[in-house]
T-cell receptor
Framework: AQKITQTQPGMFVQEKEAVTLDCTYD???????LFWYKQPSSGEMIFLIY??????QNATEGRYSLNFQKARKSANLVISASQLGDSAMYFC????????????????FGTGTRLTIIP | DVKVTQSSRYLVKRTGEKVFLECVQD?????MFWYRQDPGLGLRLIYF???????EKGDIPEGYSVSREKKERFSLILESASTNQTSMYLC???????????FGPGTRLTVL
């Protein structure tokens, strides 16, 4: 079974509109972390936002917020007031704690969503 | 700022060649990772290392090996390159207690 599912291969959004990128995850580990990365056409992976499984509040970083619904195992990324520079691939990822190997922090990535902002 | 560099942005090799991809980080991070990225598959973990001379298999280690002789350098080795190893390869680094991984610019490898 997929551990991270991103169901939107591509999205087109008008500039200045808000965008929600979907991410669902699957884990039985009570301690985990969820990440969103942006990958522009240049190829570099840019960290956007992090949510820990025990965090009470939804994470926010500037125009980015993470809509964390633990019971639904959902961690959607919300971009407010989209800009042309937001056009990129977006990846959701999960880190599960591996207590058998301290310091071992592997990430599992989804397949990504390609976001295109239309002027 | 963390800097993660990879030896080449683009590389073209022939089937059967031995290929070395180098990754160097300048922030003294313990963990280093090699991923490959393919369209529709996202990033998949090949190997990772949490200390010098330590290595662990990721999800798709077949056909690859790694070397970590120094803390700042993590090499990915394709012993005998094959066409199905044509891909984008991304190196990443992180600390034990940190949250994010920091990525290099990637190497786009083509095996002919």
């Amino acid at each position: 079974a997929q551990k991270i599912t991103q169901t939107q291969p591509g999205m087109f959004v008008q500039e200045k509109e808000a965008v929600t990128l979907d991410c669902t995850y699957d884990t039985s580990d009570p301690s985990y972390g969820l990440f969103w990365y942006k990958q522009p056409s240049s190829g570099e992976m840019i960290f956007l936002i992090y949510q820990g499984s025990y965090d009470q509040q939804n994470a926010t970083e500037g125009r980015y917020s993470l809509n964390f619904q633990k019971a639904r195992k959902s961690a959607n990324l919300v971009i407010s007031a989209s800009q042309l520079g937001d056009s990129a691939m977006y990846f959701c990822a999960m880190r599960e704690a591996d207590i058998s190997n301290f310091g071992n922090e592997k990430l599992t990535f989804g397949t990504g969503t390609r976001l295109t902002i239309i002027p | 700022d963390v800097k993660v560099t990879q030896s080449s942005r683009y590389l073209v090799k022939r089937t059967g060649e031995k290929v070395f991809l180098e990754c160097v980080q300048d922030m003294d991070h313990e963990n280093m990772f090699w991923y490959r990225q393919d369209p529709g598959l996202g990033l998949r973990l090949i190997y990772f290392s949490y200390d010098v001379k330590m290595k662990e298999k990721g999800d798709i280690p077949e056909g690859y090996s790694v070397s970590r002789e120094k803390k700042e350098r993590f090499s990915l080795i394709l012993e005998s390159a094959s066409t199905n190893q044509t891909s984008m390869y991304l190196c990443a680094t992180g600390v034990y207690t940190g949250n994010e991984q920091f990525f290099g610019p990637g190497t786009r490898l083509t095996v002919l």
